[in-house]
RNA sequence: GGAAAGCUGGCAGAGUGGUCGAAUGCGGCAGUCUUGAAAACUGUUGACUGUAAUAGGUCCGGGGGUUCGAAUCCCUCGCUUUCCGCCA
């Protein structure tokens, strides 16, 4: 969420930096500025009737006190009017307080000075390739072919329990899930972050602090009963630990990281590029979390790709990194980094990681401010990473490892699975 | 699922209608003392909003009500803890 201070100090400012995302009704902006007029104008004059009220209030009490009933009287009449003044305009400060909100909630982030402009996924922008393609054999198949041949993976079997998009990991499939999710996890804590167990269901203050609400209330599975939602990512509960927080300067930046699986009704998305693990309901994720001071979070957003791009380096895949184009970041985000696995076998890059700066776009609905030993607390900033998300993963070392006797595991991950072949 | 108690500043905790944004302790910050530190002592220390700066306003779990005036009384919702029940 923007301030509202910000939109009203920077006008031209916000228009121009949402024209790099296309977005579509650039209208809001001075519909929120007004709004926020007449609100300031409507709070001036509910103080100023407020401090009258009080005053009489604590007049009323001294003549009390000092037994003049009846000075006490005559003033108690005159305090009529404030009452009913100061209902009404309350009641006018509280419409327009929750219209300036149901305005503010559809600006998206501001995107930073390097994003590039433009509306679909062509227009991202390719800033690092790694490696090459791997050289398969005649007869390469994609990973749901080379799941069923080696029985690892039964999605029919997901079918039957739960339905379509919860797969069933079996024998060394599930021994490779549980290897990645430990090769992550033990990395992760190498590179300074601490690990973390989240619970899965989060309360909906929660999924509004980091954005899901009221949004993309639809993507999240609901638990209506005890009104709780599954989580759709390790970042809602990672981050809103620092929900209507207050950190010390000096203990940022703050590194955090959690295994979670992940929740997503992927409601609306069919077709071929969602066949196999290439899209799921329910999936594994190590998620990488950093509260920064604002000076910093652009170093640190290149420090969080560096990071994620060395673990597609240790599993040896060809990646590239993308800078995305306004129109294809996410609502929250100022500036994305995504991280590509060419898949060999379906000819296509596969998104493996998102990592974002969220400046104080969700921090100002988290409330996560930081304070110095003096001066006053200001909002922190947000990131967060895949690191990694596990089923694409899984998808590319099978497409790209497969040999004519079987899948051949990276060498990183041998110690962590315990065998260096599925056959 | 049943019953009870509770929700106050970074934390603990007092406060049952007016002088309460709120005692006290801890913690934090500054200082005195010290070669330095600790201890002790002194001072200081909530957030938001607002102003050029003052002032003013709001906040004692959320919402509503009573009253000239509410942390305090009433209603309602939420949450937490404890006991019982069930149970990994």
């Keep these: ?94 419409e327009l307080e929750a219209a300036q909100f149901n305005a503010i909630v559809q600006l998206p982030n501001l995107p930073y000075d390097l994003v590039p402009k433009g509306s679909t996924a062509e227009e991202n922008e390719v800033v690092y390739l790694h ?94 009963i005890d009104d709780l939602y599954l989580i759709p990512t390790a970042e809602v509960p990672v981050t809103n630990l620092y929900r209507d927080v207050i950190v010390k300067e000096e203990d940022l930046p703050i590194k955090n990281t959690a295994y979670t699986p992940c929740f997503r009704r992927e409601a609306g998305s069919y077709g071929a590029h969602v066949r196999g693990l290439n899209r799921l309901h329910q999936f594994d994720k190590v998620e990488v979390v950093q509260i920064t001071h604002p000076d910093k979070s652009y170093e640190t957003l290149e420090e969080m790709s560096r990071y994620v791009q060395s673990l597609l380096h240790e599993l040896g895949l060809h990646y590239r990194v993308l800078r995305l184009c306004g129109g294809d970041m996410g609502f929250t985000s100022a500036m994305t980094y995504d991280m590509e696995v060419w898949s060999a076998a379906q000819e296509r890059w596969l998104e493996v990681s998102s990592v974002s700066n969220f400046e104080t776009y969700q921090a100002n609905r988290l409330k996560l401010r930081y304070k110095g030993k003096e001066g006053k607390a200001q909002l922190a900033h947000s990131l967060n990473g895949s690191a990694l998300a596990l089923p694409r993963i899984v998808a590319s070392i099978l497409e790209n490892y497969q040999t004519e006797n079987g899948i051949k595991i990276p060498e990183a991950l041998v110690k962590y699975t315990g065998f260096d072949i599925i056959d």
């Excluded at 972050?193 to 639809?218: I, R």
């Design 131 to 224: 490696g090459a393609p791997a050289a398969l054999p005649t007869k390469a198949l994609p990973h749901w072919e080379l799941a069923a041949k080696y029985d690892i993976i039964d999605f029919e079997l997901g079918v039957k329990i739960t339905g379509a998009g919860f797969p069933v990991y079996k024998g060394k499939g599930a021994r490779l899930q549980r290897a990645l999710i430990n090769f992550f996890l033990d990395h992760a804590t190498a590179a300074g972050y601490k690990e973390m167990q989240v619970p899965h269901l989060v309360n909906a203050a929660s999924g509004f602090g980091t954005g899901q609400l009221p949004d993309k209330e639809g993507q999240m599975y609901h638990s209506t």
């Design 1 to 94: 969420m923007l301030q509202v201070n910000y939109i009203r100090e920077n006008r031209e400012k916000v228009l121009e930096r949402l024209s790099v995302r296309n977005f579509k009704q650039p209208e809001l902006v001075d519909e929120i500025i007004k709004i926020d007029e007449e609100r300031r104008s409507t709070q001036t004059s509910l103080d100023n009737i407020s401090a009258e009220a009080n005053a009489a209030a604590k007049q009323i009490g001294d003549l009390m006190r000092t037994g003049k009933k009846y000075e006490a009287e005559a003033i108690k009449a005159k305090t009529a009017s404030h009452k009913e003044n100061i209902k009404a305009l309350t009641e006018k400060l509280t």
